[in-house]
């Protein structure tokens, strides 16, 4: 854990400890895991006493998009520090919104889950230095190699981490830049000068490569924009310099202030995965070969703590002081997010599939819509409405989602299923059932194929 050397009980700076509430949002023993069948895979390495090595236990589970011929990168999950949010990174790979950005553009969606005790040195882990870099490296080949896609260990990485996360994913952009099609921190950010005020944190250097590497800087109001002296108060402080060592050096780094927030993740995935897909669209290649350049014709400028945003040739003020922003959809996305996190979508979620019917139990597949995930499903009989599922879905940070969602942006354990067991099929009479699918701003999908009970 991170304190002030004159009160060990404020957290600051970087941000690398869980909260109380992380902690207790986040139950159950470390063998507490879905099953990694098929298209799941994981690896766990055991800590290591010798210098230089990761100290902590880490299970990797990835999911590989079912008949993906050639992987051509991977996303990141990265939970943030504290046994709680540890924990949680043992549901990340399974999270079906997450899973439509991995399906789009062929790649994997891996989890780490660092078996970090409560209150120990999150450092060991989320400074990639201390031996989870080389871990991480060491899972995709042997996840490669699990799967049958040995172009695992190869291909790019994009990468989103919380907390701790933010630090361990900015860290990895500093030592990998030439790997990272792009990274999104939230609430944490690297070290890139020492601080005596900071002990125990190694800053990194920041390479010219580093520059190219497209990076989000997302944090909540709550954690030191608008309240001030509170617990994470110090996050917006260390934002604010990383933000303006690389962008004052021309780097392609953006902030955006959740207005609602503090140190969960909120509704920021809302904006995180469009961002990632728009860089992830832009540079990812063919399988096998390196990232393109990030194109910054099309890119917009806004202050970071808000404002209206110009084209990047039209931005009237500093923009070496600005924050960069991809390009136009994005930056439309990016003010509906800082003003209420309401980013909108148009577009319906795919309709379910494999619909089956055994007894009186309905079973069902479905993938998340790109945009804005999945809330809900309709089980409709014989053409009327019969029941929603869940009635209400649980996510006490942001909209509400089928697999609920905890303080670290996973779903929670267990996982929900997709089932239904109608409760009074009239005897003797043959119904028809079918499903919709409804995505978090409340569009639906196509009715599903029909499923017949006899």
């Not at 699990?146 to 933010?166: D, F, I, N, T, Y």
């Not at 439309?332 to 619909?355: C, L």
Request: charged share 20%; glycine share 10%.
């Amino acid at each position: 854990m991170i304190r002030t050397p004159a009160n060990c009980s404020v957290l600051v700076g970087l941000l690398l400890v869980a909260s109380a509430g992380d902690a207790l949002a986040q139950k159950g023993p470390y063998d507490t895991f879905p099953p990694a069948d098929a298209p799941y895979y994981r690896v766990r390495y055991a800590p290591s006493d010798k210098v230089g090595e990761l100290k902590y236990g880490v299970n990797y589970t990835v999911w590989v998009p079912p008949g993906v011929k050639a992987l051509r990168g991977i996303i990141v999950h990265q939970h943030g520090c504290g046994e709680g949010s540890c924990k949680s990174g043992l549901t990340g790979a399974f999270d079906l919104h997450w899973q439509a950005l991995a399906r789009k553009h062929d790649c994997a969606l891996l989890s780490p889950a660092y078996e970090q005790p409560d209150k120990a040195d999150c450092q060991m882990w989320c400074d990639p230095r201390n031996g989870s870099d080389a871990a991480f490296q060491k899972c995709l080949a042997d996840l490669g190699a699990k799967c049958g896609h040995p172009e695992l260990a190869k291909v790019p990485w994009a990468l989103w981490g919380h907390s701790g996360g933010g630090h361990w994913a900015g860290g990895m952009v500093m030592l990998h830049p030439d790997r990272i099609a792009g990274a999104w921190l939230r609430s944490g950010v690297p070290l890139l000068a020492d601080d005596p005020a900071r002990k125990g944190i190694k800053a990194h250097k920041l390479p010219h490569a580093a520059l190219k590497v497209p990076i989000m800087c997302n944090l909540g109001t709550k954690e030191g924009v608008t309240e001030k002296g509170k617990q994470f108060a110090g996050v917006w402080p260390a934002n604010e310099v990383f933000f303006n060592e690389v962008r004052g050096k021309g780097g392609l780094v953006g902030v955006a202030v959740d207005p609602l927030s503090s140190h969960d993740c909120g509704n920021q995935r809302y904006l995180a995965i469009p961002w990632l897909d728009a860089c992830l669209s832009a540079r990812l290649a063919k399988s096998g070969d390196p990232l393109k350049p990030m194109p910054t014709d099309g890119a917009f400028l806004a202050l970071p703590l808000g404002g209206v945003p110009a084209a990047a040739d039209k931005f009237k003020g500093d923009p070496l002081k600005a924050a960069w922003l991809p390009n136009e959809t994005i930056t439309k996305a990016w003010m509906e997010y800082i003003k209420d996190t309401k980013v909108s979508d148009t577009t319906a979620p795919p309709a379910p599939t494999n619909v089956k019917l055994k007894g009186n139990t309905l079973t069902w597949e479905a993938e998340a819509d790109l945009e804005s995930g999945l809330a809900s499903f309709v089980i409709e009989r014989d053409g009327q409405v019969l029941a929603t599922l869940p009635e209400q879905g649980r996510n006490p940070f942001g909209r509400p989602l089928f697999q609920n969602l905890q303080y670290s942006d996973t779903p929670s354990q267990p996982l929900v299923p997709m089932t239904f067991t109608d409760p009074k099929p009239e005897p003797g009479k043959t119904h028809t059932y079918r499903v919709i699918a409804v995505n978090t701003v409340g569009l639906k999908s196509k009715p599903s194929a029909d499923a017949a009970k006899p």
